[in-house]
């Protein structure tokens, strides 16, 4: 994750120029990011402990969570599919220098005091879905690039980490990876390798990959009404397209040769 | 010469014991389009080659095909590249064969009118379309490059097709690198059937064939150099399964220095060792800018499924003077990556992942860098050690974008789309023509629409000028003696295609130029 926080040095001279929104948040953030989070109600223990976050910035990270998929038919619950845990550790693999980053915009996310720029003098864990939802719109919208990168991280931080959940698939309709995919595998002595088809005749078409059987929390739910008119749908594309023009006639090049007189493979 | 003597071979981090010094003839920093070609060629007329790659070694049977698995483990910075504001998601492979191990096979050569322009504005001499040609045409029979067959082309390509189709735009099926392929969707998270011709299946093992020493895990910190020659290659060994430094160093002291790391890594790399001598390492980086609009179809798309990208539109890739062109090409639809470059938050964002499987999603790339007042963005190193890139998206970029946003749109009604959508934060919606010029009032501003690149380039741009470009038009770096630059950072623009055949290409071309240093 590359966040540029009001700490960095190219940011911040640009930021400054904002005035005092700028200042509020410089204050926040060098003040100590704890601070803000220092009343948070910390987030339960979770079956592994944390790399990245601590207790009260996970607790941030499920209430956003829990706004970027709020109730609907199919869609299991953040917690369901441990969103903390995945997006911790995501934020893991990040380089130290991003992870500090990470939770410093969470931490910001939370503050009472920071919200005071939206009107919402109160901790976002504290306010009601409504009050959440006008503070999220107020970081993706807002005039100041920096909160509208701290939105970007987050949201894309929670969004992998949920949706890259095979508990989540059924609810967006995807069937999951091929069949044929042979997953994780180790060579085992005297394996033949995987086939390649090397000729230059078309290649054997395999059998069509059948959605592989899932278990029934996997299963599709059932069909939803769609929001759109049936209308004429275009077939497939198969009309041929011109051949194409052959290729620059091979002129004698001025670059030296390579010794041996290897040319091409 | 005598490559018989040196048997081959790929080695892993945890093959590396001890701290090897390796004396080469060559050493190639990187794998990938580039690193592969050259190493391979360099490899077949008898020259000691030693390859240095800090990506792992994927097999095929790796490939678990979940993006939760994918991102992290074959691309930059876990997947997560970005311009420093996030404005930008950068997607740039890290294995060995380097990107080629996950993009999406399409296969351009450089477009005569890029290398007349890169002649005429950059004192580009020699890399005419007819020097280029037979080199293609080898790398192109080496790699089985071909025509996607009209019955291969996906729905969610299809709908590019169809929509160019009944405007009366041009069009066409691209060419990709494939054999056997069976057209699973999965090219981006490593084939899992080895149908992909990447440089892990071809050029790699030629080169490994013919002598070369392949160090997977082994990331190359710094260039140590004396005056005008570079005299070593300090690399650090990671961790296979951790991605961590064991503790242990390649050194590697070559006659010759190739580096391929690519547009952001081969700048960062020079700029790490302070290897700068015009100041211009790491400025003109340009990055096709690419915005996206997603067509909800009645029937299923499907867009995880079927070849990535089969079908391209050059109609508006040349829009007059002082105009960013754009082309169109298709993306394919994975829910991790959707639900990170859909608009909004909460409901409306949900919604449209519930409709994921009637999704097509249609890409503008922005063919950058050929404006006069164009300088691109810049590859920089943090005091904390971080690879920065940046980019400023200008007026002209923005303007492409979202003209390149507007043809989509029409694209995707023309082909049956019953409603399209912008991926501005605030999602435009338009379900007819009369609503495209929607479209105009919508926010064309950093992070208020997702923003991506799949193709990273230049950062040591070739030219004549030496205070104005960081190497010549045979790729050697101005003023050192013994390094070339073999990967896409050399481009001095983009290139208005897909670019691993040109960096293909022109490192089959450059081969020689290198080998000529060491007879």
Known sequence: MRILLPGEKEGRRGFLKKGLVGAALLAAAGGGAWLATRRTRPWPASRKPLLVFDAAQAAVLAALAERLVPEHPGFPRPAEVDVVSRADAIAAMAHPASQKELRQVVSLFESAAFGLLDWSPRLFTECGVAEQDRRLRAWAGSRIAVRRTGYRALKQLLSSAYYSSPATWAAVGYAGPPAAAPGPRREMPGEPPLRRETSAGPAPRRETFAAPELPPELSPPPPRPRRFQAAPVAPAASEPVPAPAAPEPVVPDVEPPLPGGARGP | ?519
């Open chain 2, 1 to 519: 010469m005598a490559p018989e003597a040196r048997p081959g071979r790929i080695l892993t981090g945890a093959d590396v014991s001890r701290d090897p010094d390796e004396r080469p003839d060559v050493c190639v920093v990187g794998s990938g389009a580039g690193g592969a070609v050259v190493a391979a060629r360099l490899a077949q007329v008898g020259l000691h080659v030693v390859v240095l790659e800090e990506g792992p070694w994927h097999r095929p049977e790796d490939s678990t095909l979940r993006e939760e698995d994918a991102y992290p483990r074959l691309y930059q910075e876990k997947g997560q590249r970005a311009t420093a504001d996030l404005a930008i998601t950068i997607l740039q492979g890290r294995a060995l064969g380097g990107t080629t191990v996950v993009n999406w096979t399409t296969s351009f050569r450089t477009p005569d009118r890029v290398l007349a322009h890169w002649r005429r504005v950059h004192g580009v001499e020699g890399i005419t379309p007819e020097a280029l040609a037979p080199h293609f045409l080898a790398v192109e029979e080496r790699l089985g490059i071909h025509e996607q067959p009209a019955d291969e082309v996906n729905a969610n390509n299809g709908a590019l097709w169809e929509g160019a189709g009944r405007l009366g735009w041009a069009r066409a099926r691209t060419r990709r690198n494939v054999q056997g392929c069976q057209n699973l969707g999965y090219c981006h998270m490593g084939c899992p059937l080895g149908a992909r011709t990447s440089m892990d299946q071809t050029y790699l093992p030629d080169a490994v064939a013919a002598g070369a020493r392949v160090y997977a895990n082994a990331r190359a910190v710094r260039v140590e150099y004396r005056e005008r020659r570079a005299v070593a290659v300090h690399a650090e060994v990671l961790d296979p399964r951790t991605d961590r430094p064991t503790g242990r160093r390649v050194t590697v002291r070559p006659r010759v220095l190739v580096l391929s790391g690519g547009a952001v890594n081969t700048p960062a790399l020079l700029l790490r060792s302070r290897l700068d001598i015009s100041g211009r390492v790491g400025k003109r980086t340009f990055l096709h800018p690419v915005a996206a609009m997603v067509g909800l179809y009645r029937d299923r798309v499907d867009g995880w499924s079927g070849a990535p990208q089969s079908v391209t539109s050059h109609h508006f890739a040349d829009r007059g003077p002082g105009k960013v062109g754009f082309f169109l090409e298709a993306a394919p639809v994975h829910p991790a990556l959707a639900a990170r470059s859909f608009g909004g938050f909460g409901a409306a964002h949900q919604d449209l992942m519930a409709h994921l499987p009637n999704a097509s999603a249609l890409i503008a790339l922005a063919v950058d860098g050929f404006l006069p007042e164009e300088t691109g963005g810049e590859v920089s190193i943090r005091g904390d050690g971080r690879v920065r890139v940046d980019y400023d998206i200008r007026a002209p970029i923005w303007e492409a974008l979202r003209e390149g946003c507007k043809a989509l749109a029409r694209a995707h009604l023309a082909a049956g789309a019953q409603s399209v959508f912008s991926l501005h934060e605030d999602p435009v919606e338009i379900r007819d023509e009369a609503e495209v010029p929607r479209l105009d009032r919508a926010p064309w501003e950093r992070l208020r629409v997702s923003v991506f690149s799949a193709h990273a380039m230049g950062g040591c741009a070739m030219g004549r000028d030496p205070e104005r470009s960081v190497v010549d038009a045979r790729l050697k770096m101005h003023g050192m003696d013994n390094i070339f630059v073999v990967d896409g950072s050399v481009f001095p623009t983009s290139l208005g295609v897909n670019p691993q055949l040109s960096i293909f290409g022109m490192a089959h071309w450059a081969a020689a130029h290198v080998a000529a240093l060491l007879r």
